[in-house]
């Protein structure tokens, strides 16, 4: 079964700090996706990235970035710099290559970013 | 260039009513997935189809939830008989043939059941 684990419930942060937001998968399937989502208090949900299980380089768009580790099963978020804007739940999830592509969410991290 | 559209955004039905929910794909997205939030939850697998079919209703419960994506129009979630429990947020999501690629979610319609 797949499985994705976001521990931190809540984070809070004071504007300028970097903040980082775990994630820890469970998936038997080789081939698999792993995604992070953004849902801010307006409630739609806002793509940040998909990453293919077989490329681990770290990515790094402005603010965020990402680091893929297969080794101890995590793709964590790191967001520099935050800003008030950036409050948000943030969700990560996990899709294997079985046929078709069903999302396993997390339970998110709520991220509040203070002035 | 619309993305995923569902409508209403606001649906409020009194317990027993039916609620439709209803989602238009991306435009040449052939597949269809549904997925429930419920309060201060993550996001579920409800069901996904391609059109006329339903390919796994895994997620769906078993009684009084039903979704269809016909040749023509939009995919359509049913819910018969709504219970308070009932109310979330439904998203809707569309994907080309390759599934993955394009994968694109809808701003959701919030059921409220008073």
């Known amino acids: 079964a797949q499985k994705v684990t976001q521990a931190q419930t809540e984070i809070s942060v004071v504007e300028k700090e970097d903040v980082t937001l775990d994630c820890v998968y469970e998936t038997r399937d080789t081939t698999y996706y792993l995604f992070w989502y953004k849902q801010p208090p307006s409630g739609e949900l806002v793509f940040l990235i998909r990453?293919?299980?077989?490329?681990?380089q770290n990515e790094i768009s402005g603010r965020y970035s990402w680091n893929f580790q297969k080794s101890t099963s995590s793709f964590n978020f790191t967001i520099t710099a935050s800003q008030v804007v950036d409050s948000a739940v943030y969700f990560c999830?996990?899709?294997?290559?079985?046929?078709?592509?069903?999302?396993?969410f997390g339970t998110g991290t709520r991220l509040l970013v203070s002035p | 260039n619309a993305g995923v559209m569902q409508n209403p955004r606001h649906l409020v039905r009194r317990r027993g009513q039916e609620a439709r929910l209803r989602c238009s794909p991306v435009k040449g997205h052939s597949h269809v997935y549904w997925y429930r939030q419920l309060p201060e939850e993550g996001l579920k697998f409800m069901v996904y189809l391609q059109k006329e079919n339903i390919i796994d209703e895994s997620g769906m419960p078993k009684e009084r939830f039903s979704a269809e994506f016909p040749k023509e129009g939009p995919s359509i979630l049913r819910i018969q008989q709504v219970v308070r429990g009932d109310s979330a947020a439904y998203f809707c999501?569309?994907?080309?043939?390759?599934?993955?690629?394009?994968?694109?979610f809808g701003s959701g319609t919030r059921l409220t059941v008073v």
């Open positions: 990453r293919n299980s077989f490329d681990e």
């Open positions: 999501a569309s994907s080309p043939p390759d599934r993955v690629v394009g994968y694109t």
């Open positions: 999830a996990l899709s294997g290559n079985t046929g078709f592509q069903k999302l396993v």
